[in-house]
């Protein structure tokens, strides 16, 4: 993957993603009563987990779907909801990296269903 395939997560670069994909026909999924719509986006996230005492871990998850405020996660382990840190989240248009913080964690079958929102800076 080229460097300029791998952008900052901002607002406007989700939008831009979210309007490529909508212009596609992709159905956006979930409750009608959600105040944004969810678009399965299947791909890759990685997610660097603060440490207690310092540091950070690094944890493999796969994107469940994408918001223009968040995306929902599919990991091995729990995450500290509250907590904010590094995600990136791998499409086949690009790379993004930026802060999500943990808004759920929920236990699903082989794993848990996380919930980022995204921090953007200057927001």
Not at 24 to 36: P, T
Not at 45 to 70: D, F, I, K, Q, Y
Not at 80 to 106: D, L, N, Y
Request: charged content about 25%.
């Amino acid at each position: 993957m080229d460097a300029d395939e791998i952008v900052p997560l901002t607002a406007e670069a989700i939008n831009q993603l979210l309007e490529a994909r909508r212009g596609a026909r992709q159905k956006a999924s979930g409750d009608e009563k959600r105040r944004v719509p969810r678009w399965a986006f299947p791909g890759a996230v990685e997610v660097w987990v603060p440490a207690e005492g310092g540091g950070e871990r690094h944890v493999l998850g796969v994107c469940h779907n994408l918001t223009e405020r968040g995306v929902g996660v599919r990991v091995e382990e729990t995450i500290k909801v509250g907590a904010t840190m590094s995600i990136a989240i791998h499409q086949p248009e690009r790379s993004f990296h930026g802060q999500g913080t943990v808004r759920h964690c929920t236990a699903r079958e082989g794993g848990y269903l996380v919930g980022f929102e995204f921090v953007f800076e200057g927001a």
